[in-house]
Nanobody, 124 residues
Framework: QVQLVESGGGLVQTGGSLRLSCAAS????????MGWFRQAPGKEREFVAA????????YYTDSVKGRFTISRDNAKNTVYLQMNSLKPEDTAVYYC?????????????????WGQGTQVTVSS
């Protein structure tokens, strides 16, 4: 059974940092793209960042470029999202997801496995 478990969310002030982790288990993810999405109250779930397990390709939505960094530890089957210079508009539930189609790394519909989410709140 595939499991994606997020951790690392919390409350932080504007300008602060958090690092989210996503521990993956239940199958081999070497050919998958791992992504982070977020959903704020009343809004649709949106793409944040993605990374290939086997290649160093990374993808970011424009609003987080230069502030967020996605990385992976293949030995631990874990993906990270380092979030710096956080803003109140980054407040959302953050979800980890897995996608078997590397050509659609930024497409929410292509992701087939999802974690339960972790809350990130940035106070002004």
């Amino acid at each position: 059974q595939v499991q994606l478990v997020e951790s690392g969310g919390g409350l932080v002030q504007t300008g602060g940092s958090l690092r989210l982790s996503c521990a993956a288990s239940g199958r081999t993810f070497s050919n998958y793209v791992m992504g982070w999405f977020r959903q704020a109250p009343g809004k649709e779930r949106e793409f944040v960042a993605a990374i290939n397990w086997s290649r160093p390709n990374t993808y970011y939505t424009d609003s987080v470029k230069g502030r967020f960094t996605i990385s992976r530890d293949n030995a631990k089957n874990t993906v990270y999202l380092q979030m710096n210079s956080l803003k109140p508009e980054d407040t959302a539930v953050y979800y980890c997801a897995a996608n078997s189609n590397p050509a659609a790394a930024m497409s929410r519909r292509s992701y087939i496995y999802w974690g339960q989410g972790t809350q990130v709140t940035v106070s002004s």
